[in-house]
T-cell receptor
Framework: QKEVEQNSGPLSVPEGAIASLNCTYS??????FFWYRQYSGKSPELIMF????GDKEDGRFTAQLNKASQYVSLLIRDSQPSDSATYLC????????????FGTGTQLKVEL | DAGITQSPRHKVTETGTPVTLRCHQT?????MYWYRQDPGHGLRLIHY???????DKGEVSDGYSVSRSKTEDFLLTLESATSSQTSVYFC?????????????????FGPGTRLTVT
């Protein structure tokens, strides 16, 4: 079992809709979680991080963390075709080294 | 963009040859990482560094070695390349988190190196 699990997708949503991306993690000691966006052929780009239970909003993006249920989600409001990419969820590993473990990513397609 | 460059950006090499990839940063960040990304596996940590001359193994370190003689440079060496090491390699950097919590530790990625071993 991978430490961070994501559905590979593709997740298809119409333009203007809310896209909901989910991630579960196995290490209860993980403190911080990160969402990266990766366009095809490009490097991962940090969108948001969250380390407190609840919601964190940044523009059209909202990250949600539920430590009791061990899941993290990313909501994208008013989805645009330019949001079409693969979204990677990552958890900060316990045990030092400032290391992240990544899920395999969810492909999002925003359709016109 | 974080000041991270990788070289070369593309390389084709033959099985059994040594290969060195370079990561250079201008952010003076303490931590540097090497990942490989393969379909179906996502990003996997190869090695990381927590300071000059301080390195440690990651999840998939077999067949790879690293060196960090300066804060700004982190080298990844494939001693004898194999076809299974064909991949896209990303370097990343991070530093201590900001603020009272100091637990965010976000990583920023370089542009990547596409390596093909024939």
């Amino acid at each position: 079992q991978k430490e961070v699990e994501q559905n590979s997708g593709p997740l298809s949503v119409p333009e203007g809709a809310i896209a909901s991306l989910n991630c579960t993690y196995s290490d209860r000691g993980s403190q911080s979680f990160f969402w990266y966006r990766q366009y095809s052929g490009k490097s991962p780009e940090l969108i948001m991080f969250i380390y407190s239970n609840g919601d964190k909003e940044d523009g059209r993006f909202t990250a949600q963390l539920n430590k009791a249920s061990q899941y993290v989600s990313l909501l994208i409001r008013d989805s645009q075709p330019s949001d079409s990419a693969t979204y990677l969820c990552a958890a900060l590993l316990t045990g030092g080294g400032n290391k992240l473990t990544f899920g395999t990513g969810t492909q999002l397609k925003v359709e016109l | 963009d974080a000041g991270i460059t990788q070289s070369p950006r593309h390389k084709v090499t033959e099985t059994g040859t040594p290969v060195t990839l370079r990561c250079h940063q201008t952010e003076n960040h303490r931590y540097m990482y090497w990942y490989r990304q393969d379909p179906g596996h996502g990003l996997r940590l190869i090695h990381y560094s927590y300071g000059v001359k301080d390195t440690d193994k990651g999840e998939v370190s077999d067949g790879y070695s690293v060196s960090r003689s300066k804060t700004e440079d982190f080298l990844l060496t494939l001693e004898s390349a194999t076809s299974s090491q064909t991949s896209v390699y990303f370097c990343a950097i991070s530093d201590l988190g900001k603020g009272q919590a100091r637990i965010n530790y976000e990583q920023y990625f370089g542009p990547g190196t596409r390596l093909t071993v024939t």
